[in-house]
């Protein structure tokens, strides 16, 4: 079946500009997960979400990041006034969910590369 | 969740063994060993996990020190699409969010 899907593949925005990121899970998963990755940087946690809700938004930077899931399904993730130091990869992963490891495998799209002149 | 340790880089031989240590000396009962890797410019790559006893799969074998404080990854005939970063991750079973550390950069040579 499809894997995690994510679009654009690439963005490039002026900084100032709002900029808004998709992610299409992989079907029947009901949680999905944020991350991004900056340049030679580790992978950072931004948000999780199990279904529609999110328990955990610990990651977001600033309150310039939003993310929002409708239908348990697709989410986007919402940058407002970006800045430079925005430009990263945006990846999107998501899992079975519920608990147990064996639920927990995470399956990661492509990724989103961000570049705010 | 746990903090792990790994070495920052290692090079293999195309066709031999790898084997990629791990250090999680304060990992608790309930947490699990992960590992992922991240082949250049993708999406990090589920590779295997496990709690107390080795595992093996397609792609690898998890050996887990019987006081669960460290772990090798065994890439058993490595090749040349095996280089990528490689994570280490410790994460309650219940957990969500991975916790990804500096992983060890493995580049396979021919």
């Known amino acids: 079946g499809a894997g995690v899907s994510q679009s654009p593949s690439n963005k490039v925005t002026e900084k100032g500009k709002d900029v808004e990121l998709r992610c299409d899970p992989i079907?029947?998963?009901?949680?999905l997960y944020w991350y991004r990755q900056s340049l030679g940087q580790g992978l950072e946690f931004l948000i999780y979400?199990?279904?529609?809700?999110?328990?955990?938004k610990s990651g977001l930077p600033s309150d310039r990041f939003s993310a929002e899931r409708t239908g348990g399904s697709v989410s986007t993730l919402t940058i407002q006034r970006t800045q430079q130091e925005d430009s990263a990869v945006y990846l999107c992963?998501?899992?079975?969910?519920?608990?147990?490891?064996?639920?927990?495998?995470?399956?990661f799209g492509p990724g989103t590369r961000l570049t705010v002149l | 969740d746990a903090k792990t340790t790994q070495p920052p880089s290692m090079d293999c031989a195309e066709g031999r063994a790898a084997n990629l240590p791990c250090n999680h000396s304060t990992i608790s009962g309930n947490e699990y060993v992960y590992w992922y890797r991240q082949i250049h410019s993708q999406g990090p790559q589920y590779i295997i996990h496990?709690?107390?006893n080795n595992e093996t799969n397609e792609m690898a074998s998890l050996i887990i020190t019987e006081d669960r404080k460290s772990s090798t990854l065994i890439l058993p005939h490595a090749t040349l699409r095996d280089t990528a970063v490689y994570y280490c991750?410790?994460?309650?079973?219940?957990?969500?969010?991975?916790?990804f550390g500096g992983g060890t950069r493995v580049l396979v040579k021919p």
């Open positions: 979400f199990q279904g529609n809700s999110a328990p955990d």
């Open positions: 991750i410790v994460r309650r079973a219940a957990g969500n969010k991975l916790t």
């Open positions: 992963a998501s899992s079975l969910g519920g608990a147990g490891a064996a639920y927990n495998e995470q399956f």
């Open positions: 496990g709690l107390k």
């Open positions: 079907s029947g998963h009901t949680a």
